[in-house]
C-alpha cells in the first residue's frame, strides 16, 4: 500500500511550481549517522558515488572520509540511487546535519513516488530519525513531507 497518492502531491512535485531540486533533510545527526548510511547503500545495494575535486569513485567504507578538510574548500557529493531512475545527491558538509537533493523530475507520477518513499522510509528506519522534505530553498518553512519515525510511513504536510 502506497504513503502517499499522487494526485495528492502532484502539485507540489511540479517542477514549474516549485523548483527542482527540493532539499533533503535529515537533522541533527552524527558521523555515526553517516556511517549507518554508508552501511545502508552496501547493504540495499544501491549504486552510490563518492566526488570530490575531479574524481568521482567508491563510497568510502568510513564515514569519515567524507569530511576529510581539504584546504581547497571543494564541495563533496554523495551521488545515491536507490533506483535506477531516482537519484539523492547528498552533500556532505559537517556530521552535524544530513542534507541533500533529488530532482522533481525523477519523481513524477505514482510508481516513482511509491519508490521515493520506501527509500525515506528505508534511511529513517536505518538511522532512527525524520528524513524531511522541503520545497527548494524553504527550509524555514515546514517540510512537505516526511518519513515520521513515531507513525513508520511518510506523511504528506501540505495540503
Known amino acids: 500500500m502506497s504513503d502517499l497518492r499522487w494526485d495528492d502531491v502532484a502539485y507540489w512535485f511540479d517542477p514549474a511550481e516549485n523548483g527542482t ?53 571543494w564541495l563533496k557529493y554523495l551521488h545515491v540511487w536507490p533506483d535506477p531512475d531516482i537519484e539523492v ?13 533529488v530532482s522533481l523530475f525523477d519523481l513524477q507520477g505514482q510508481d516513482r513516488l511509491d519508490r521515493f518513499c520506501a527509500f525515506l522510509r528505508r534511511l529513517g528506519q536505518a538511522l532512527g530519525k525524520r528524513v524531511a522534505l522541503f520545497a527548494e530553498g524553504a527550509g524555514a518553512h515546514p517540510p512537505v513531507l516526511a518519513y515520521e519515525v513515531d507513525q513508520d510511513r511518510v506523511i504528506f504536510r501540505q495540503g
Open 21 to 73: 531540486v527540493p532539499d533533503l533533510v535529515v537533522e541533527p545527526t552524527t558521523l555515526d549517522d553517516w556511517q549507518a548510511l554508508t552501511v545502508l547503500i552496501r547493504a540495499a545495494g544501491w549504486r552510490a558515488e563518492f566526488e570530490h575535486r575531479d574524481h568521482r569513485g567508491d563510497v568510502p567504507d568510513s564515514a569519515a572520509e567524507l569530511f576529510v578538510t581539504d584546504p581547497q574548500r
Open 89 to 101: 545527491m547528498f552533500r556532505p558538509s559537517c556530521p552535524d546535519e544530513m542534507v541533500g537533493d
